[in-house]
């Protein structure tokens, strides 16, 4: 059995940062891939950045410049630095980890941004 934890969402105003954390324990081969998706009320969830366990990573155009994505693979943790967030990034961000063929999922955490 896998678990995926996120944390680190919470309320912030206009312009702030936040930092998400995702750490990934029990029975998985590999982080082969990880990545942050998003989904705000009303609306699909849609994928916001991801990294591979090499280090390559990958962002929609609406975050990028904005938010960064890490990994410390020694903790089994990814990592979304998101800074300058706008009301537009409020959602709950959810974790994924693609463990071949397996995809596992978080609960997800919500993040808030109003002023």
């Known amino acids: 059995q896998v678990h995926i934890v996120e944390s680190g969402g919470g309320s912030v105003q206009p312009g702030g940062s936040l930092r998400l954390s995702c750490v990934a324990s029990?029975?998985?081969?590999?982080?082969?891939?990880t990545a942050w998706y998003r989904q705000a009320p009303g609306k699909e969830r849609e994928p916001v950045a991801g990294?591979?366990?090499?280090?390559?990573?990958n962002y929609a155009d609406s975050v990028k410049g904005r938010f960064t994505i890490s990994r410390d693979n020694t903790k089994n943790t990814t990592y979304l630095q998101m800074n300058s967030l706008t009301p537009e990034d409020a959602a709950v961000y959810y974790c994924?980890?693609?463990?071949?063929?397996?995809?596992?999922w978080g609960q997800g955490t919500q993040v808030t941004v109003s002023s």
């Open positions: 994924m980890l693609r463990d071949p063929p397996d995809y596992f």
């Open positions: 029990g029975n998985f081969y590999t982080m082969y891939y």
């Open positions: 990294i591979t366990d090499s280090g390559r990573t």
